[in-house]
């Protein structure tokens, strides 16, 4: 049977590519740390599932705790995709293995983590791009509806966008660009092997491609420089957006957000604070403050 | 053992949703006509083989002819994704029921079925977008690299940037549009049922909302015209690279080409004639040119 003072904690940050989980004892000191593979819900409920599952029994092996103490953890997840009502609900029918499991976005955790719980904003902008805050206990929700569509200043975004410029190129039915020297070293060959490299291809391998576009922007090219405009111009209207709800201060995350925070506009500068902890701390967050209902309900 | 007399033709134009066949005597008069599903190699060429030889069969039957007179029938073959390298030799590597098969992209085909065989372009608008010319018997390719980095003026291409500025319109980080409540008609909700009705939507999908765009262009809203004027420039361009090529005229052809070829520009216009004959008479065309050398190999 078990007690109150026996309950562990995890937070969980779950996203396209990797899936990472914070494990903390009852009392909220952090004991072990584990990653797993994707966890993108809507793209593939199943795989998320698993890698949750797999991100926590690592924390637990870190902390040199068996597997079954799983049963005993309360897990604040986020995940990528469950702002899709289909993909929340596959997930929440889940028979997981936790003593209870608290659900929302991976946006919302690291809105959760950036200001410790407080009211705030965050932007994160990685393979893909999303805003959210917090303000006076209720949530805001701006983008994060995917690939191809929006995640504008995304990583698989400018990926696109350097794509269909170079595909222009190629026929000279657009402006030159050195994206296509750039884009032939990676996929080598004519326009068909672009095509053929970058078709079907998931969001990662586009947004593999924005490093390049910074770079050629930074070297003076000008259709890059127009695409690393338009995003930036997009992440600094998120970001105002985001203060415009009523938030404090917002906080830039994400693999993009070192290159791109000194290209935003002064007056979505001025907004910008680091984030104090990572996504995984603030699923902890939800976690532990989900526990005191969770345990009374389970119990 | 054929003999010459006995051989048939059969012109084949296989796209994203459709496989026409149109069968011809061994002295090219029409005999029958035959319709199946897909025959995109580049997406399935399972599928593809599936359809070539439905359609071809089809047409067969329609002719009062046993399924077995395949093996007389000479095919010339216009098919969607053979301009990609691996499509083409998916499709080559067939051992295909005919006599003999002659292989281009659909495009092409239209090229030769708009201009009779004669030097000339054609433009095809419909799901996907791309555009070829026949010049003295050399041929030159643009556009055609599919969804979503290219075809422009698409409907795929239409369907894509009217759910990117929605989302954005969603958001109110862009302008407002009609569209908005255009596509909650078709998709019945806010920003994230929109996601979830065109997430792995195919082309098709997002082609389907391109009469939407048109409409609410006409109707005068701005975002809509934008996208229309963006499109349609594209499409001049087009023509005129074409024409830039050597064509002498150049024949816009597809679903979308009725709605369109009013808003090109007047020099792109200057260009333009009627097609004379369907993609499939083309493939027909091509299956009768190669016939006297395919006779000589195979008998």
Not at 112 to 125: D, E, F, I, P, T
Request: charged content about 20%; glycine content about 12%; some cysteine.
């Amino acid at each position: 049977m078990q007690t109150e003072a026996e309950l562990l904690y995890a937070g969980v940050d779950g996203g396209g590519t990797r899936c990472r989980a914070l494990l903390a004892d009852a009392r909220g000191r952090h004991i072990g740390a584990g990653i797993a593979g994707s966890a993108n819900a809507f793209q593939d409920a199943r795989q998320a599932r698993i890698s949750v599952t797999e991100a926590v029994l690592r924390a637990l092996s870190d902390a040199g705790l068996p597997s079954r103490r799983i049963s005993s953890v309360v897990a604040g997840v986020g995940l990528a995709g469950v702002n899709i009502r289909s993909a929340f609900e596959r997930m929440i029918e889940w028979e997981h293995p936790f003593r209870d499991m608290q659900l929302t976005t991976d946006i919302e955790i690291a809105c959760l983590g950036a200001h410790g719980g407080a009211s705030g904003g965050v932007v994160v902008v990685g393979t893909g791009s999303a805003g959210c805050a917090l303000v006076d206990g209720e949530w805001h929700s701006l983008g994060g509806y995917g690939f191809p569509f929006a995640d504008k200043c995304s990583g698989a975004w400018f990926g696109l966008e350097a794509v269909r410029a170079v595909l222009l190129d190629f026929d000279e039915l657009g402006p030159g660009t050195s994206l296509r020297t750039l884009l032939r070293d990676e996929t080598g060959g004519g326009p068909l092997e672009l095509v053929e490299f970058m078709s079907a291809a998931p969001p990662a391998r586009f947004a593999s491609l924005a490093p390049l576009v910074i770079e050629a922007a930074e070297d003076g090219d000008t259709v890059a420089r127009g695409i690393l405009d338009e995003g930036c111009a997009y992440l600094s209207d998120l970001i105002l957006r985001l203060k415009a709800f009523g938030a404090p201060s917002v906080a830039l995350v994400g693999g993009l957000s070192r290159r791109l925070s000194s290209r935003i506009s002064a007056d979505a500068a001025a907004c910008v604070v680091e984030a104090k902890r990572a996504a995984e701390h603030g699923a902890l967050l939800l976690a532990m403050s989900a526990s005191t209902m969770s345990a009374s309900k389970t119990n």
